[in-house]
């Protein structure tokens, strides 16, 4: 028997809810994959500055307290790499990540790079807890190193790879993670972007 119309497997794309800071270089990790992929979603806006990451209401969906958190129906995920997994898996047009292997790892070391060895070094917690200890100079301070080795290690993975994006000519992962970071770091840490190579201190 023929499908009718009304039992097509051609389904409407469930509801997607962000939950997301417009600041956050985290959500806009998951803002940036979201639209490469042409996906539509509901945004819902937790104002960090006013602490809402603490209501009752995000702690349930992230115990962690941070953003990005997406939903999808009953399907809850709190973390960018784990957002982009999983939005990677279940709409596939616009592929981030590349077939070919090597490429593949470099967006995991280059994304990995920016999530575990920059942006927890300077996300707010950190910041303000040096804020209230050795003040506003040694945060800004703080900030410019951190991101600095970061970047530096960045330059040496990426040398002989990069085309127009991060990995060649097409916008991949390491360029979901990247592209933020740049931004912040030029932004809000002026940190000065045309110094090749050593931008830190030691240790
Ligand atoms: N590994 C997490 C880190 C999330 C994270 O650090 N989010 C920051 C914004 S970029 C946050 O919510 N900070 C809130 C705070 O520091 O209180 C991810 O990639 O999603």
């Avoid at 040694?138 to 960045?154: D, H, T, V, Y």
Wanted: hydrophobic content about 40%; some cysteine.
């Amino acid at each position: 028997m023929a499908a009718n119309s009304s039992d097509c497997t051609d389904k409407e794309q469930p509801k997607l809810k962000l939950y997301s800071y417009w600041r956050s270089s985290c959500s806009w990790r998951a803002r940036i994959a979201l639209n490469l992929k042409g996906l539509s979603y509901e945004y819902k806006a937790v104002n960090l500055l006013k602490g809402e990451q603490f209501s009752p209401e995000f702690s349930k969906l992230n115990p962690i307290n941070y953003v990005p958190v997406l939903v999808d129906e009953d399907i809850v995920i709190a973390d960018s790499f784990a957002i982009l997994m999983y939005l990677d898996e279940k709409y596939p047009q616009h592929p981030l990540l590349p077939c070919d292997l090597q490429k593949k790892a470099i967006n995991f070391q280059a994304a990995n790079i920016v999530s575990s060895s920059i942006q927890p070094l300077q996300n707010l917690l950190v910041l303000n807890y040096i804020e209230e200890k050795l003040g506003s100079d040694e945060k800004i301070a703080w900030a410019q190193n951190q991101i600095g080795r970061g970047f530096s290690a960045l330059e040496k993975l990426l040398e002989g790879i990069s085309g127009r994006y991060a990995t060649g000519d097409e916008i991949y992962l390491a360029d979901v993670f990247l592209a933020p970071q740049i931004h912040a770091a030029i932004t809000r840490f002026k940190l000065d972007m045309k110094v090749k190579g050593k931008r830190h201190r030691q240790g």
